[in-house]
């Protein structure tokens, strides 16, 4: 790993939003999964939950794929067990649903702990999901059409949050706000991928970077590397 991209992961790893976090309910189209991911890692989130409509879903969801290695994504079983973790970790729940109480989404203060639930492309929001949301948010269309793709959506509502946390200064941190942990498994996983695979393989912890991304290990780890 070169320096310049070592110093790249550590700026992206600083501006990480852990308190910031999409929950994708039974999204079924890989297209939009992918675009939705893309537009996290875009606007800085860590990672983002899901309750998938199938096995397919959840493993095409986890295969390691652009912007799929820099966003991390929890599968729940229900939605119920998804919302309930949000909640525990302090997180206001939003949920695009074109409601009597629901809010244009840019009236939202995005600084606080937020997770916003995304829909099926079929159904939309469930009845379930409606009942564990905090409130409903609403993109204004002034045009025939009553939605928008929930990838576009995602993103208009992730730009906004990220607007908002940018004038507070929530980008600019000296410090990543992922735990030291994380942060070595991520820039080991991303900058020595080859490497982690077979030490993940074989049951090997990963060893320590120095300062420029280059691996810090004693000869008995790379002996067992080696090893057939």
């Known amino acids: 790993m070169n320096p310049e991209r070592y110093a790249r992961i550590q700026d992206v790893l600083r501006a990480r939003q852990t308190d910031l976090t999409l929950c994708l309910e039974e999204v079924h189209k ?3 999964v992918s675009a ?5 890692d875009a606007t800085g989130l860590h990672r983002i939950h899901a309750v998938w409509p199938n096995q397919q879903m959840k493993t095409l969801a986890h295969t390691s794929a652009g912007a799929r290695n820099w966003v991390e994504v929890d599968t729940h079983d229900t939605i119920q067990a998804a919302v309930s973790e949000l909640k525990n970790q302090g997180m206001q729940v939003l949920i695009t649903n074109l409601s009597d109480t629901a809010v244009d989404f840019r009236d939202v203060d995005y600084t606080q702990p937020t997770a916003i639930i995304l829909g099926s492309e079929k ?3 469930t009845p379930e999901a409606l009942a564990l949301a905090d409130q409903d948010i609403v993109i204004p269309m002034v045009g025939m059409v009553q939605s928008l793709n929930v990838s576009v959506a995602s ?3 992730l730009y906004e949050a990220q607007r908002q ?3 507070a200064g929530m980008y600019d941190r000296s410090e990543s706000r992922l735990s030291p942990e994380t942060i070595q498994r991520i820039l080991f996983e991303r900058g020595h991928p080859v490497l982690a ?3 993940k393989r074989k049951g090997l912890p990963y060893p320590p ?3 420029e991304g280059q691996i810090l290990a004693d000869p008995a780890w790379w002996q067992e590397m080696q090893r057939a």
């Open 30 to 32: 890989p297209n939009n």
């Open 36 to 40: 939705i991911i893309r537009s996290a």
């Open 123 to 125: 159904t939309g929001i």
């Open 155 to 157: 993103a208009l509502i």
């Open 165 to 167: 946390r940018q004038i």
């Open 197 to 199: 695979k077979v030490a």
């Open 209 to 211: 970077l120095d300062d």
